[in-house]
T-cell receptor, first 114, second 111 residues
Framework: DAGVTQSPTHLIKTRGQQVTLRCSPK?????VSWYQQALGQGPQFIFQ???????QRGNFPDRFSGHQFPNYSSELNVNALLLGDSALYLC?????????????FGSGTRLTVV | GIQVEQSPPDLILQEGANSTLRCNFS?????LQWFHQNPWGQLINLFY???GTKQNGRLSATTVATERYSLLYISSSQTTDSGVYFC?????????????FGAGTRLFVKA
């Protein structure tokens, strides 16, 4: 049973560019949440998708957007990249929109903006 | 919004020692989780513990929801316990939930 799969594992982009990160949830999970983890800090909640809609959003600018597909996989898009967007981006999936039981994280995508 | 504070921020232990990590949170929560993040960035759930006490091998956790804190106990520490331990609280909201992490406790266990 595959867990949460994220791609790519590493990425280097230039300031001002756009990036798309991908996440496939664990089998049986239909809710996907995205987090940004800067070096030395805890993960920060970006947003959550369920039934192809953004259900919850953290304090991130509109440059951060997402999408969920009918197969429950999800994409995180970041436009107009800034140096400060360099971080580990984590995806987590869960069954339904309950209170976190079954929450499973992927290994993350490490984004470097130069 | 809800604040999550973890202490201590850093901890160095000799192999075999015991330790207690603390998590304080500022408002009522629907759930609380403890995670271990390994050096490669993988977050592994250790406990779901909105209240009460749970044990899993050398690890145990206690949450006192009325006083808004949780404790993670590590007994007979091993070098493989090294990494960052995060406390995360879950707030159920209409149509979904948010998980809010603390800044973590960085643990290094010396052989």
């Amino acid at each position: 049973d595959a867990g949460v799969t994220q791609s790519p594992t590493h990425l280097i982009k230039t300031r001002g560019q756009q990036v798309t990160l991908r996440c496939s949830p664990k089998s049986g999970h239909d809710t996907v949440s995205w987090y940004q983890q800067a070096l030395g800090q805890g993960p920060q909640f970006i947003f959550q998708y369920y039934e192809e809609e953004e259900r919850q959003r953290g304090n991130f600018p509109d440059r951060f957007s997402g999408h969920q597909f009918p197969n429950y996989s999800s994409e995180l898009n970041v436009n107009a990249l800034l140096l400060g967007d360099s971080a580990l981006y984590l995806c987590a999936s869960s069954p339904g929109t309950g209170t976190g039981y079954g929450y499973t994280f992927g290994s993350g995508t490490r984004l470097t903006v130069v | 919004g809800i604040q999550v504070e973890q202490s201590p921020p850093d901890l160095i232990l000799q192999e075999g020692a015991n330790s207690t990590l603390r998590c304080n949170f500022s408002d009522s929560v629907n759930n609380l989780q403890w995670f271990h993040q390994n050096p490669w960035g993988q977050l592994i759930n250790l406990f779901y513990i909105p209240s009460g006490t749970k044990q899993n091998g050398r690890l145990s956790a206690t949450t006192v929801a009325t006083e808004r804190y949780s404790l993670l106990y590590i007994s007979s520490s091993q070098t493989t316990d090294s990494g960052v331990y995060f406390c995360a609280v879950v707030r159920g909201l209409r149509g979904g939930f948010k998980t809010i992490f603390g800044a973590g406790t960085r643990l290094f266990v010396k052989a």
